[in-house]
């Protein structure tokens, strides 16, 4: 069975232009390229410099974006070892030490207190399973969200102050928020 490869382009920074390659996993559903500008449009005067946290990194679109705007350190977490492969072989590429890949489920990882503190949070989960509600009560129970901390999160349902109040219990704002076909997406801020 031959294994079908996608990819992926950096859209802005440092390494715009770079292509990537990645698998066709179950439940991998990179974010639109003009969906990723128009996020690192919102983030663009404060992501310089900044720890971001990719939970169900998948093709690794989103970590490498971050990479390329100026992070200072991104962490993806990627449960599928087809994907989680891709990611180091692409992170290989580029030969950063501000980028790195664990291969772990995502709820596992949000189960133990965290140890660093995240600026960034990127949520963008395999659609129709529930990851989102139960990854933002994770990050709400363990320490992840600090003030001035943003979620960025991905969605097939449009996310509502009524549906965050329920999975966070820190205060917070939703900044800003859009839709491009079936994918919702926003960004908000943690008080």
């Known amino acids: 069975m031959k294994t079908v490869t996608n990819n992926f382009q950096i859209i802005g920074g440092t390494h715009r232009g770079r292509k990537f390659n990645f698998p066709d996993a179950p439940g991998l559903r990179p974010t639109p390229n003009k969906v990723r500008e128009t996020l690192f449009n919102w983030i663009q005067f404060k992501s310089s ?23 200072r350190h991104v962490l993806g977490i990627e449960k599928d ?9 692409n992170r290989k590429l580029l030969k ?3 980028i790195q890949f664990i291969h772990a489920d995502a709820l596992d990882f949000l189960h ?5 503190k ?11 399973q529930k990851l989102l509600e139960k990854a933002l009560k994770k990050l709400s129970l363990g320490d992840f969200l600090t003030s001035g901390c943003c979620i960025y999160l991905e969605s097939e349902f449009e996310i509502t102050e009524l549906f965050l109040s329920e999975k966070i219990s820190q205060k917070f704002k939703i900044n800003k928020q859009k839709h491009s076909g079936q994918v919702h997406y926003c960004l908000i801020e943690v008080l």
């Open 49 to 71: 410099n900044k720890a971001f946290l990719d939970l169900f990194s998948g093709s690794g679109a989103l970590s490498f974006e971050a990479l390329s705007r100026g992070a």
């Open 81 to 89: 070892l087809q994907a989680f492969q891709s990611l180091i072989k």
């Open 96 to 98: 950063s030490d501000k």
């Open 112 to 116: 133990h207190k965290s140890t660093q």
């Open 118 to 128: 995240f600026d960034f949070i990127l949520l963008d989960p395999p659609f129709h």
